[in-house]
């Protein structure tokens, strides 16, 4: 099997409601999707989501690269040869991670279908459906307090709350959401490095009582150390997001002792591959792994959710970022029941395409 030739086209998606963290309000997902046509006939599909304040990209610097570097470099190469392609091609798109998930993507999607196989059995196949979360941005309390009473209803078994601007707002929405939803439903918090060490602190002790199940990302990616202090001084357990961005970083964060989970995100770090080697060194330090999303459509979410089923030490899963996305062409690649994602079961990511 050779590549022939690639097809790629960008996409803006607005979203049905915008939502704020703290550092942006975000009111449309860029995208970009992907086919690898080979001479056997089979197409593998991959999508992104750039972000130029977490990835560092755009819509505009994933196109040139695909086009001036990346299609130059694939054509006549054997797709299922995975590692040998993606080591040729991570070179030529230095920080450029979305773009490589982007590759890396449709490259799996090809060798499920080469194999017949949907992608979380190659993968490993630990399970066939994992619960997700789905996050509250920051609102008005009452808004909030109305938001997770709404998904509460729709079957959603853990609510992610986000924060990191105003800490006794924080500390309030938070306890006023679980006043209204009661002890059933998971509670967790992101402070999308909102915080200083002291005020995440303060955050947890005064929230013991809601029971927050995690603590993500409360300081800034550049302070590493501040989320050590944080993890040291606190009860419960302090995920990694923005810090973790590289192997490396997993590594560092892992050798000192800086968190206690880590969140691995495919835009992040480069796409399923490198989300494997991530995934290894938090096994071997005892981290327990949750992966998450950016704003991306059901194709992206799916290669996601095939790696969260694939490994045993991912016991979270935050990949509600295709809930509000509106005309998502891709929109039944992963399936939803009371709050739990399944994969459909087709070869590969199991693509369901609208045009």
């Known amino acids: 099997m050779k590549i022939q030739r690639l097809v790629f086209w960008p996409l803006s998606l607005k979203l049905r409601e915008p939502y704020t963290i703290s550092y942006e309000t975000i009111d449309t ?187 993500e990302q409360p300081t800034p990616r550049e302070k590493r150390e501040w989320l050590g202090q944080v993890s040291q001084r606190t009860t419960i357990p302090i995920m990694a997001d923005e810090s973790l961005v590289s192997l490396r970083d997993a590594f560092r964060l892992a050798q000192e002792e800086l968190t206690d989970m880590v969140n691995i995100k495919l835009m992040k770090v480069g796409g399923l591959e490198r989300a494997s080697q991530v995934n290894a060194v938090a096994y071997a330090a005892g981290l327990e792994a949750m992966v998450g999303c950016m704003d991306e459509t059901a194709l992206g979410i799916a290669a996601g959710l095939h790696f ?14 295709h809930f509000d996305l509106l005309d998502d062409p891709s929109s039944g690649t992963v399936i939803l029941r009371d709050g739990v994602l399944f994969p459909r079961e087709e070869a590969g990511l199991g693509l369901c395409w609208s045009e």
Not at 174 to 189: M, N, T
Not at 308 to 321: E, I, Q
Request: aromatic residues 6%.
């Open 308 to 321: 969260a089923l694939a490994r045993p030490n991912v016991h979270y899963a935050d990949l509600d970022g």
């Open 29 to 215: 997902a860029p995208q970009v999707f992907l086919q690898i046509h080979t001479d056997t006939g089979l197409v593998g599909w991959g999508a992104c989501n750039p972000d130029l304040q977490v990835t560092g990209e755009t819509q505009e610097t994933v196109l040139t690269s695909l086009r001036d570097l990346v299609e130059p470099a694939l054509i006549g190469e054997d797709p299922l040869r995975i590692s040998w392609v993606l080591n040729k091609i991570r070179p030529l798109m230095n920080e450029q991670p979305s773009a490589k998930a982007l590759v890396d993507m449709a490259l799996y999607d090809l060798l499920g279908k080469r194999a017949g196989l949907p992608i979380y059995r190659l993968l490993g196949g630990y399970r066939t459906s994992i619960s997700t979360s789905i996050t509250i941005g920051i609102m008005p309390i009452v808004e909030a307090v109305e938001h997770a009473v709404r998904f509460t209803q729709q079957g959603f078994h853990c609510i992610k709350v986000k924060g990191g601007s105003h800490l006794d707002e924080d500390i309030e929405r938070v306890r006023k959401i679980r006043e209204a939803i009661g002890k059933g439903v998971a509670l967790r918090f992101d402070a999308n490095q909102g915080y200083t060490v002291e005020e995440s602190v303060r955050f947890v002790h005064e929230t013991l009582d809601v029971g927050i199940e995690l603590l």
